[in-house]
């Protein structure tokens, strides 16, 4: 049977948005020493917007066409920031097929008998291509980088950037006034993460981490001792969200993050995170 102050805790926990689906959650999350965030849609906005455009040739028009035409089938919120930036642009849709989407690295689609691939980091490494020297001031600045690749050399990139939620200095400074450790972990490259690192005050940062690496990036800290609850919003997320003592999905995030989770915010504010914590020490605390 579930103890009558767990369950009034879990009410009353619904009731401010936060919602409990395994209970366990609720045991554990008092004993959590170190909070690891994803990054986009977690703790930025996860609607970027591109603010950088880049072609080797110079046509940048036709770079954002044909890098919206292999995204048009991708529901990532970079594919969307490009496809209306080609629109807003009035570029006419190129068409795609063979489309082919890797989870935390890129897509792929044939453009007029072209094979285009846009993508972040692991793209570029997969291929054993660097950065275009033109991306470099984009990404110290904090935007996400996108390659072009047109049948396997590079035509240019694209750069995003996604704003940090408001909520999210006072959530990590909360965490840190509580003893706990913020860690944040993201697919996106080294430079964009160590910008939001230090804009947010994070102690630890894991940069082009890919989905199938964010379950052992977590796996890692509990080898160290440390007792872990995961935030995440992404289908990328949920092997890490498994992998956590307690894995907390945010709500308006996919739904394999969701059904992957202990612990779903109803609402897309990391500071919710802290009441889960408050809720949990208040209904062990009656407890005992
Ligand atoms: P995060 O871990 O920050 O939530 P993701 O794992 O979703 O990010 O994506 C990691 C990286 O993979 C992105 O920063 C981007 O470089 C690349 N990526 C993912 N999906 C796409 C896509 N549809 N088009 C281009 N790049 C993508
Ligand atoms: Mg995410």
Known sequence: AIPLVVAIATERAARGGVLITDRRAMEEMRTVDVVVFDKTGTLTKGQPVVDHVHAVDGDTDALLAVAAAAESESEHP???????????????????????????????????????????????????????????????????????????????????????????????????????????????????????????????????VRPEDKGAAVAGLQQQGRRVAMVGDGVNDAPALAQADVGIAIGAGTDVAVATAGVVLAGSDPRSVLSVIELSEQSYRKMR
């Not at 082919?100 to 008998?113: E, F, I, N, S």
């Open 78 to 208: 970079v594919a969307t920031a490009i496809v209306g930036a080609a629109r807003r642009r009035s570029l006419p849709p190129a068409r795609a097929t063979e489309f082919l989407a890797t989870t935390g690295v890129g897509v792929q689609a044939v453009v007029d008998r072209h094979t285009v691939r846009v993508g972040g980091p692991a793209l570029l490494r997969d291929a054993g291509i660097d950065p275009l020297a033109a991306t470099t001031d984009w990404s110290a600045a904090g935007a996400t980088v996108l390659h072009v690749l047109v049948d396997g050399t590079v035509a240019g990139a694209i750069g995003l950037s996604d704003e940090i939620r408001d909520e999210s200095r006072e959530a990590i400074d909360a965490l840190h006034a509580i003893g706990r450790r913020v860690v944040m972990i993201t697919g996106d490259a080294q430079p964009v993460a160590e910008s939001v690192a230090a804009q947010l005050g994070i102690d630890q940062v894991f940069a082009g």
